[in-house]
C-alpha cells in the first residue's frame, strides 16, 4: 500500500471509491471538472439547469443578488406543482406510479401521475370553493398520508402559502404557528397512527384555533370510523370537500419569486422562524440535486423515510422527486414497528432502488443486530443517502455492510433555510465515512473563521457558503431581520451556524451545531424554545437547557431547573415537568433528564452559560469561563 494511501487511512479512516460499473451509470462522472466549471460560471450552470423544467414565460436574468437579498430567475413565470404533474402527465408518464404509500397496518395506496393530478386538481379546486386566494396561507397538519402532498401541490398550484406543520407538535406549538402564519385554513386528520396506537389530531387542533381569528375553516381527512362529529359549517370533511369538484384546474402562471412556503424551524430564541421558500429557484434546486445526488433514472423506486412535516420531506419526497418523475415510496410509522425488519422489509418487498434515511434510525436498527436485515433480499438497492446530523463512521459501515458492502452512501448536508441539498457526495465520488465529502455543484461552501478568512486544511471552524444558491430561502417570514442576519455573523458569507473542518482532500466533516439548537433524532429544537416551556410551568423559577450526547439519537434533551419557593424536588414533580413541555411543546421538545439545581452558571450581564453546564455534565474543561459572574 503506498505511504499516502495508509497515511489517510490512519487519518480519515477508509475511503470507498466507486465502481468503475458506477461511474459510467452516473451524470456527472467527472466531479472535480463539473464543479470547477460549475463555480466558474454559476448562473449559466443553473441557468442551464432551469430550462429542464417548464416554464410559462422565460426569466431574463438568471440572478439578481443585492446583498442578502437574491432573486433567481428574475421576470420568468413558472409553477411548482405544473412541474411536478402536468409536465409528466402531458407524456406517457400519466400511467407511471408517482406514489406508494404503505401504512402502519401494511395497508397500501398506489398513485399514478394521473391519478395524483387528479386529485391535486380536486383539492385545488376545493381550495378555490372557499374563496382563498394566491399569497392566503394554509396550515397542514396532518399525519403521513397521500393527501399531505395533495394539498401541498394543491396550494402551489393556485399560488396558496402552505405551512406544514409536524404532527407531533402541540397546541400551543401549533398555534402559534397559525397565528404567525395567519391561515385561513387549516387541514387535518382525526388520527395519525404511531406503534398501532391512533395519535388524536383533532382535539389538538381544536385547541389551537380557538384564538385563532384567521381560520375560518378546518378540513378533516377522517381514516376512523365513526367518523369524528365535525361543526359545520366550519368544520369540513375532507371527502366532502373534494367529492364533486372538477378534476382539472389550470395551474397558475406565478412570478419565480412567489413564495410557495413557509417552514417554521427552530433557531437560538424560544420562537420558531417561519423559513420562507419560493416556486422558480426552490423549484431548480430541488430538482438538479435530487436528479445527481441519487443519479435519479426512470425506472428508480425512491424510498425516503422523512415527515413531510420537516423539509427533507418537503424538498425530497415530495417536490424533488416528483419535478424529476420518479416513483415514490413513503411508509408511516416507525422502523421498528411492528418489528425491526419493517423497513428491510418495505425494501424487498417493493424493490427499492433508492434509499434515503437518518443517522438515528440506522442505529436504532444496529441495536437489534445484523439479522434483521439478512432476513431480506436487499440487492435491488443502488444508492443509499443519510440526512439530519452527522453520521459516525461505525453507524456508516453498518449501514454500508448489511446493504450488500457496495452501495454508496449519500451524507447529505443542509438545512431549512439552504432548501436544497448543499455538501455531499456524488455517486461517482470516492467515500470517506463519516464525510458529507464535497459541496454539490454551483454551490461555493468552505469553513471559515469569525472573519470569514478561509481555514487550512483540518482547522475547525464555521461552515459557510459564499455566494448565493437558487433554493436558498427568500426571508424569514415578517422577520426580515432575522434573516440578514444569516447573512451578517460572518462577512460576505452566510452562515450555517455548524461547525465544521475540511480535510486535505477538501472533504468536509460536519461537527454539530455552534449555536444552541439542538438535533434530537434529527428533530431541530431550540434551546431556548424547551426552557420557555418549563418556566411556564408554576414551580419553576429558571431553566437551562443543553443537548448531550446519546448513543442512538445523536443528542439527547438535558435540563438544568431552579425551583420556586416552596416547591421541592420528587418524582412527581420530574414528571409533571416532562409532561407539561410535552403539553407546551410537543414530544420532541421532552427532557429525557431534569436535574433540579440551587443556581445557574452566568455571565455578568445576566445570560446563562450552557457551555459551562454542558462541559461539566460531560466531564470536560469549561474553557474561557472569565466572563462568569460566580
Ligand atoms: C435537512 C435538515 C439542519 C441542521 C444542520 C446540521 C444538521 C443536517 C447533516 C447535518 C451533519 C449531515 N445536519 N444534515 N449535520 N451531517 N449530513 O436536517 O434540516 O432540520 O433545518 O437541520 O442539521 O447541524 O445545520 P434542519
Same mark, same amino acid.
Given at each position: 500500500?503506498?505511504?499516502?494511501?495508509?497515511?489517510?487511512?490512519?487519518? !480519515?479512516?477508509?475511503?470507498?471509491? %466507486?465502481?468503475?460499473?458506477?461511474?459510467?451509470?452516473?451524470?456527472?462522472?467527472?466531479? !472535480?471538472?463539473?464543479?470547477?466549471?460549475?463555480?466558474?460560471?454559476?448562473?449559466?450552470?443553473?441557468?442551464?439547469?432551469?430550462?429542464?423544467?417548464?416554464?410559462?414565460? *422565460?426569466?431574463?436574468?438568471?440572478?439578481?443578488?443585492?446583498?442578502?437579498?437574491?432573486?433567481?430567475?428574475?421576470?420568468?413565470?413558472?409553477?411548482? +406543482?405544473?412541474?411536478?404533474?402536468?409536465?409528466?402527465?402531458?407524456?406517457?408518464?400519466?400511467?407511471?406510479?408517482?406514489?406508494?404509500?404503505?401504512?402502519?397496518?401494511?395497508?397500501?395506496?398506489?398513485?399514478?401521475?394521473?391519478?395524483?393530478?387528479?386529485?391535486?386538481?380536486?383539492?385545488?379546486?376545493?381550495?378555490?370553493?372557499?374563496?382563498?386566494?394566491?399569497? &392566503?396561507?394554509?396550515?397542514?397538519?396532518?399525519?403521513?398520508?397521500?393527501?399531505?402532498?395533495?394539498?401541498?401541490?394543491?396550494?402551489?398550484?393556485?399560488?396558496?402559502?402552505? $405551512?406544514?406543520?409536524?404532527?407531533?407538535?402541540?397546541?400551543?406549538?401549533?398555534?402559534?404557528?397559525?397565528?404567525?402564519?395567519?391561515?385561513?385554513?387549516?387541514?387535518?386528520?382525526?388520527?395519525?397512527?404511531?406503534?398501532?396506537?391512533?395519535?388524536?389530531?383533532?382535539?389538538?387542533?381544536?385547541?389551537?384555533?380557538?384564538?385563532?381569528?384567521?381560520?375560518?375553516?378546518?378540513?378533516?381527512?377522517?381514516?376512523?370510523?365513526?367518523?369524528?362529529?365535525?361543526?359545520?359549517?366550519?368544520?369540513?370533511?375532507?371527502?366532502?370537500?373534494?367529492?364533486?369538484?372538477?378534476?382539472?384546474?389550470?395551474?397558475?402562471?406565478?412570478?419565480?419569486?412567489?413564495?410557495?412556503?413557509?417552514?417554521?424551524?427552530?433557531?437560538?430564541?424560544?420562537? %420558531?422562524?417561519?423559513?420562507?421558500?419560493?416556486?422558480?429557484?426552490?423549484?431548480?434546486?430541488?430538482?438538479?440535486?435530487?436528479?445527481?445526488? @441519487?443519479?435519479?433514472?426512470? #425506472?428508480?423506486?425512491?424510498?425516503?423515510?422523512?415527515? *413531510?412535516?420537516?423539509?427533507?420531506?418537503? $424538498?425530497?419526497?415530495?417536490?424533488? *422527486?416528483?419535478?424529476?418523475?420518479?416513483?415514490?415510496?413513503?411508509?408511516?410509522?416507525?422502523?421498528?414497528?411492528?418489528?425491526?425488519?419493517?423497513?428491510?422489509?418495505?425494501?424487498?418487498?417493493?424493490?427499492?432502488?433508492?434509499?434515503? =434515511?437518518? *443517522?438515528?434510525?440506522?442505529?436504532?436498527?444496529?441495536?437489534?443486530?445484523?439479522?434483521?436485515?439478512?432476513?431480506?433480499?436487499?440487492?435491488?438497492?443502488?444508492?443509499?443517502?443519510?440526512?439530519? !446530523?452527522?453520521?459516525?463512521?461505525?453507524?456508516?459501515?453498518?449501514?454500508?455492510?448489511?446493504?450488500?458492502?457496495?452501495?454508496?452512501?449519500?451524507?447529505?448536508?443542509?438545512?431549512?433555510?439552504?432548501?436544497?441539498?448543499?455538501? =455531499?457526495?456524488?455517486?461517482?465520488?470516492?467515500?470517506?465515512?463519516?464525510?458529507?465529502?464535497?459541496?454539490?455543484?454551483?454551490?461555493?461552501?468552505?469553513?471559515? &473563521?469569525?472573519?470569514?478568512?478561509?481555514?487550512?486544511?483540518?482547522?475547525?471552524?464555521?461552515?459557510?457558503?459564499?455566494?448565493?444558491?437558487?433554493?436558498?430561502?427568500?426571508?424569514?417570514?415578517?422577520?426580515?431581520?432575522?434573516?440578514?442576519?444569516?447573512?451578517?455573523?460572518?462577512?460576505?458569507?452566510?452562515?450555517?451556524? #455548524?461547525?465544521?473542518?475540511?480535510?486535505?482532500?477538501?472533504?468536509?466533516?460536519?461537527?454539530?451545531?455552534?449555536?444552541?439548537?439542538?438535533?434530537?433524532?434529527?428533530?431541530?429544537?431550540?434551546?431556548?424554545?424547551? !426552557?420557555?416551556?418549563?418556566?411556564?410551568?408554576?414551580?419553576?423559577?429558571?431553566?437551562?437547557?443543553?443537548?448531550? %450526547?446519546?448513543? =442512538?439519537?445523536?443528542?439527547?434533551?438535558? +435540563? @438544568?431547573?431552579?425551583?420556586?419557593?416552596?416547591?421541592?424536588?420528587?418524582?412527581?414533580?420530574?414528571?409533571?415537568?416532562?409532561?407539561?413541555?410535552?403539553?407546551?411543546?410537543?414530544?420532541?421538545?421532552?427532557?429525557?433528564?431534569?436535574?433540579?439545581?440551587?443556581?445557574?452558571?452566568?455571565?455578568?450581564?445576566?445570560?446563562?452559560?450552557?457551555?459551562?453546564?454542558?462541559?461539566?455534565?460531560?466531564?470536560? &474543561?469549561?474553557?474561557?469561563?472569565?466572563?462568569?459572574?460566580?
Amino acid at each position: 500500500m503506498a505511504d499516502d494511501k495508509v497515511d489517510s487511512l490512519l487519518k !480519515e479512516g477508509r475511503v470507498y471509491r %466507486p465502481s468503475q460499473e458506477t461511474v459510467a451509470s452516473t451524470y456527472i462522472q467527472d466531479y !472535480e471538472t463539473a464543479y470547477r466549471e460549475s463555480i466558474q460560471n454559476p448562473e449559466a450552470f443553473w441557468g442551464q439547469a432551469a430550462k429542464e423544467l417548464d416554464w410559462f414565460t *422565460p426569466w431574463n436574468k438568471v440572478l439578481e443578488w443585492n446583498y442578502p437579498w437574491a432573486k433567481w430567475f428574475v421576470g420568468g413565470t413558472c409553477n411548482m +406543482a405544473y412541474n411536478c404533474l402536468d409536465r409528466h402527465v402531458k407524456t406517457w408518464r400519466r400511467h407511471k406510479v408517482a406514489v406508494i404509500w404503505v401504512g402502519e397496518k401494511g395497508e397500501e395506496r398506489i398513485f399514478t401521475y394521473a391519478e395524483l393530478y387528479r386529485q391535486v386538481c380536486r383539492c385545488a379546486n376545493a381550495l378555490k370553493s372557499l374563496g382563498l386566494r394566491k399569497g &392566503d396561507r394554509v396550515t397542514i397538519y396532518l399525519p403521513k398520508i397521500p393527501e399531505q402532498m395533495v394539498a401541498m401541490l394543491a396550494c402551489a398550484r393556485l399560488g396558496l402559502i402552505h $405551512s406544514v406543520v409536524y404532527s407531533g407538535f402541540s397546541a400551543p406549538a401549533l398555534e402559534s404557528r397559525i397565528q404567525d402564519a395567519e391561515s385561513r385554513l387549516v387541514i387535518t386528520a382525526d388520527v395519525g397512527y404511531d406503534r398501532g396506537k391512533a395519535i388524536h389530531l383533532k382535539p389538538v387542533v381544536d385547541q389551537a384555533v380557538a384564538h385563532c381569528r384567521t381560520v375560518e375553516h378546518v378540513v378533516v381527512v377522517r381514516r376512523e370510523q365513526p367518523g369524528v362529529t365535525l361543526s359545520a359549517p366550519k368544520e369540513i370533511d375532507w371527502e366532502d370537500w373534494l367529492r364533486d369538484q372538477p378534476v382539472a384546474c389550470e395551474a397558475e402562471p406565478l412570478d419565480s419569486e412567489t413564495p410557495l412556503y413557509i417552514l417554521y424551524t427552530s433557531g437560538t430564541t424560544g420562537k %420558531p422562524k417561519g423559513v420562507v421558500h419560493v416556486h422558480g429557484g426552490y423549484m431548480v434546486g430541488t430538482y438538479l440535486t435530487t436528479k445527481y445526488v @441519487f443519479n435519479l433514472k426512470e #425506472d428508480d423506486l425512491y424510498f425516503c423515510v422523512a415527515d *413531510p412535516g420537516w423539509v427533507t420531506g418537503h $424538498s425530497y419526497i415530495v417536490y424533488g *422527486p416528483l419535478l424529476n418523475g420518479a416513483t415514490i415510496l413513503t411508509a408511516e410509522g416507525k422502523p421498528d414497528y411492528p418489528n425491526p425488519g419493517r423497513w428491510w422489509d418495505i425494501i424487498a418487498k417493493y424493490g427499492v432502488t433508492v434509499f434515503y =434515511t437518518t *443517522p438515528t434510525a440506522i442505529r436504532l436498527l444496529m441495536r437489534y443486530g445484523e439479522d434483521w436485515p439478512k432476513k431480506y433480499d436487499l440487492t435491488s438497492l443502488r444508492v443509499l443517502g443519510s440526512v439530519g !446530523e452527522p453520521i459516525n463512521p461505525e453507524a456508516w459501515e453498518w449501514f454500508h455492510r448489511v446493504t450488500g458492502g457496495k452501495k454508496p452512501i449519500m451524507d447529505t448536508w443542509w438545512q431549512t433555510e439552504t432548501g436544497m441539498i448543499l455538501v =455531499t457526495p456524488l455517486p461517482s465520488v470516492p467515500l470517506k465515512p463519516g464525510s458529507a465529502t464535497r459541496p454539490f455543484l454551483g454551490v461555493e461552501a468552505d469553513v471559515v &473563521d469569525r472573519e470569514g478568512k478561509s481555514l487550512p486544511a483540518n482547522a475547525g471552524g464555521f461552515a459557510v457558503v459564499k455566494k448565493p444558491w437558487p433554493a436558498m430561502m427568500r426571508t424569514i417570514y415578517k422577520d426580515p431581520d432575522r434573516y440578514q442576519v444569516y447573512w451578517n455573523t460572518i462577512p460576505n458569507c452566510y452562515t450555517a451556524g #455548524d461547525v465544521c473542518r475540511k480535510d486535505k482532500d477538501g472533504y468536509f466533516w460536519f461537527m454539530g451545531r455552534a449555536d444552541d439548537v439542538i438535533k434530537v433524532a434529527g428533530n431541530r429544537i431550540g434551546t431556548a424554545e424547551v !426552557e420557555s416551556a418549563l418556566v411556564s410551568h408554576p414551580a419553576v423559577a429558571e431553566a437551562a437547557v443543553i443537548g448531550k %450526547p446519546h448513543p =442512538t439519537v445523536g443528542e439527547s434533551i438535558k +435540563a @438544568f431547573v431552579i425551583l420556586k419557593q416552596g416547591h421541592q424536588e420528587s418524582p412527581e414533580l420530574i414528571q409533571s415537568l416532562k409532561n407539561h413541555v410535552l403539553t407546551e411543546l410537543g414530544k420532541i421538545g421532552v427532557p429525557a433528564e431534569i436535574d433540579i439545581v440551587p443556581s445557574l452558571p452566568k455571565t455578568r450581564s445576566g445570560k446563562i452559560m450552557r457551555r459551562v453546564l454542558k462541559a461539566k455534565e460531560l466531564g470536560q &474543561d469549561a474553557g474561557d469561563i472569565s466572563t462568569l459572574e460566580d
